[in-house]
């Protein structure tokens, strides 16, 4: 059995700092890429950034691009979200994610952003 678990949330002031983590138990599984998505109380799931194993690329929702920096290691099945000059509208809780056969979620960390 997988699991990702996430850490890192918490509570911050806006124009703060935060860096979440996201690791993977359990048995050994390939992925080919790891996101972070977020979700704010009465909304969607919405992408917020990705990297790919093969060659390193990141992407980044709009909302995020400047301030949000992904990275990961791909031998551990890990990846990590540093996130600076946060606003309160990034409050949400945010899910990692594993692209892969199959694909697997984390159980999620709360991000509060106070204004």
């Known amino acids: 059995q997988v699991q990702l678990v996430e850490s890192g949330g918490g509570l911050v002031q806006a124009g703060g700092s935060l860096r979440l983590s996201c690791a993977a138990s359990?048995?050994?599984?390939?992925?080919?890429?790891m996101a972070w998505f977020r979700q704010a109380p009465g909304k969607e799931r919405d992408f917020v950034a990705r990297v790919s194993w093969r060659g390193g690329g990141t992407y980044y929702a709009d909302s995020v691009k400047g301030r949000f920096t992904i990275s990961g290691d791909s031998a551990k099945n890990a990846v990590y979200l540093q996130m600076n000059s946060l606003k309160p509208e990034d409050t949400a809780v945010y899910y990692c994610?594993?692209?892969?056969?199959?694909?697997?979620w984390g159980q999620g960390t709360q991000v509060t952003v106070s204004s």
């Open positions: 359990g048995r050994t599984f390939s992925s080919y890429a």
């Open positions: 994610y594993s692209w892969g056969t199959p694909n697997y």
